[in-house]
């Protein structure tokens, strides 16, 4: 995964995003000057230059406004998030073969700026409403708590599972008859890729509630 944006990368990355929408093109290098007070153009190219680097924006460096946002999406106030059909059991868990579309997101939805969506492979959520096939976005950055519901590698498996602890073991619990919990300890090869913060099925995006309450809400 890559390096997270600095503020200002971001301040920049949400500006050409939005200025895309409304104007169908991209800002010159001294109009993201002008915009952010940067009187330095070598500053705004270094900028873009990180953008271009964590993966965000692809450059021409010959034309004034050559420039691509990755993933675009035309509305403002959003961002892409990129979905991936699988994770890489090993490192790094994000591979472009696994990598199926962008999808465009509200940015306020969007907890992390490496946040991402994955199809869940099994049903070990099923009674809260998870079922296979369906994208849960996960949080990277996020720091997992007791009832919240983790994206985990246990060996080569990767599941969708509610967490909890019982002293120096951690508890990977499905909520599906059938299907017993992983416990795994200090020794064990595993991981917590991230927390998942949205669920999508195909009538949308709901937001994930704890324990005491289904992932998808009733309608």
Sequence with gaps: MSEPLTPLERRVYHYLIDFLAEQTYQPSVREIGRHF???????VADILQSLELKGLVERKGSRSRGLRLVGFSSIGQVQPVPLYRRLNPGDPALTD?????????????????DAFFLRVADEGLVDRGVQAGDLVLVNPMGR?????AVVARVGPNVMVRLLSHRGAHLILTPVSSGQSEVVVGPLDDFAIIGTVTVMAKASGIRHQASTTAPLIPDA
């Design 97 to 113: 073969d696994n990598f199926e579309r962008y999808v465009a997101m509200d940015r306020m939805f969007v907890p992390a700026d």
């Design 37 to 43: 007070r940067i009187k330095s153009t070598k500053t």
């Design 144 to 148: 997992a708590h007791d009832g919240d």
